[in-house]
């Protein structure tokens, strides 16, 4: 069965430090997104990518997070200078818009 | 503003004791209502879409319904393997999402 996959699972990195997380996509997906949770709360939507380009992003996407598709297949998240409050799972998903999004297992961020 | 809210937060149940978790929601142009199951340390897990009033769904011991304002998830004759969180989100261009019923089915 096709599937989402994340890597790393799980990334230590000092604040201030860059950090990519990559995605690869179920193959004829068209629609990615990135959603974070911290622990203990609510999944939180941070950017969707169709075409090539961001469809919609929310505030918490803000200019430290960026977001491509290197080299057609990955699907990357980057945040520049991370926070200690960055630390939290990651997961991408892809899918279409008004039906399901199918999730990886997440990236577990952990900023010391 | 767009709002997800799940009850009850935990819910406990022996096996076999049938039970529903509730999904109330406000959003201007609601373009479906999802369940994810969600096991700890990994991604949701899709179970259902509904996309109007009056719409059911049924996956094996789990049945979603949706009216205007709330979606149920019934769960029949439960086993410990059904023990997760449970998770509901709108989708209006973008899902938003609950903080989940943490469900423990006890054998």
């Known amino acids: 069965e096709p599937e989402v996959t994340q890597t790393p699972s799980h990334q230590v990195t000092q604040m201030g430090q860059e950090v990519i997380l990559r995605c690869v996509p179920i193959?004829?997906?068209?629609?990615f997104y990135w959603y974070r949770q911290i622990l203990g709360q609510k999944v939180e939507f941070l950017v969707s990518f169709y075409n090539n380009e961001i469809s919609e992003k929310s505030e918490i996407f803000d200019d430290q997070f960026s977001v491509e598709r290197p080299d057609g297949s990955n699907f990357t998240l980057k945040i520049r200078s991370t926070k200690l409050e960055d630390s939290a799972m990651y997961f991408c998903a892809t899918g279409h818009p008004n039906t399901e999004a199918f999730f990886g297992q997440g990236t577990r961020l952990t900023v010391v | 503003e767009d709002q997800v809210t799940q009850s009850p937060e935990a819910l406990r149940l022996q096996e076999g004791e049938s039970s529903s978790l509730n999904c109330s929601y406000t959003?201007?142009?609601?373009?479906?209502l999802f369940w994810y199951r969600q096991d700890p340390g990994k991604g949701p897990e899709f179970l259902f879409t509904?996309?109007?009033?009056?719409e059911e769904k049924e996956k094996e011991r789990l049945k979603a319904t949706l009216t205007k304002k709330e979606s149920f998830l019934h769960i029949t004759a439960p086993k410990p393997e059904d023990s997760a969180t449970y998770l509901c989100a709108v989708n209006n261009r973008k899902l938003i999402w609950g903080l989940g019923t943490s469900l423990a089915v006890n054998p």
């Open positions: 959003v201007s142009g609601l373009r479906g």
């Open positions: 509904l996309y109007s009033a009056g």
């Open positions: 193959s004829n997906h068209l629609y």
